[in-house]
């Protein structure tokens, strides 16, 4: 009888210090992501391609969205030169987010995020001010998280 009183309560603990561990885990990561995400942000609006080179995976298949109908961005090569190209194009580029939404999954090894931009910038002397939705794929590889994927719309107007 003692070892089963003593397994329940080792199982007890156990579940204790993993459940503690995790909701604290969870916040941190969470914080972590957001701290991505807002480089991603910085990057665009500094034209900072080694920041947005360090925080998004260098992947030939992989896919992403823009707000064009016809931007389906395949693999980093391709990801990069959009980007080039937009700084070459933008200037004085501000990006406001509000309503991020981060999620993990039950691993912690991928997470999901959510968010609205407010995004305005000056091409060939006028404005651009678009609402942006944005959703974003983060993995995390080491101790670091990447994006993996994202897409950006604009909401359609009827």
Not at 34 to 59: C, F, P, Q
Not at 118 to 127: H, K
Request: hydrophobic share 45%.
């Amino acid at each position: 009888m003692k070892k089963y009183l003593f397994i329940a309560v080792c199982v007890f603990l156990l579940a204790l210090v993993v459940g503690c561990r995790s909701g604290g885990d969870i916040e941190a990561e969470k914080t972590k992501i957001k701290a991505v995400l807002d480089s991603y942000i910085t990057s665009i609006e500094n034209e900072d391609m080694g920041l947005y080179s360090r925080i998004i995976m260098h992947d030939p298949d992989m896919v992403n969205f823009g707000t064009a109908v016809t931007e389906r961005i395949v693999g980093w090569e391709a990801l990069r030169n959009l980007i080039e190209a937009q700084n070459a194009a933008l200037s004085e580029t501000k990006i406001t987010q509000s309503d991020v939404t981060i999620d993990l999954s039950p691993e912690g090894q991928f997470a999901w995020a959510t968010s609205l931009w407010n995004f305005r910038a000056t091409m060939d002397s006028q404005t651009i001010d678009l609402p942006v939705r944005c959703t974003w794929i983060l993995e995390k590889r080491n101790k670091d998280w990447e994006i993996v994927h994202f897409h950006k719309s604009i909401g359609a107007a009827f």
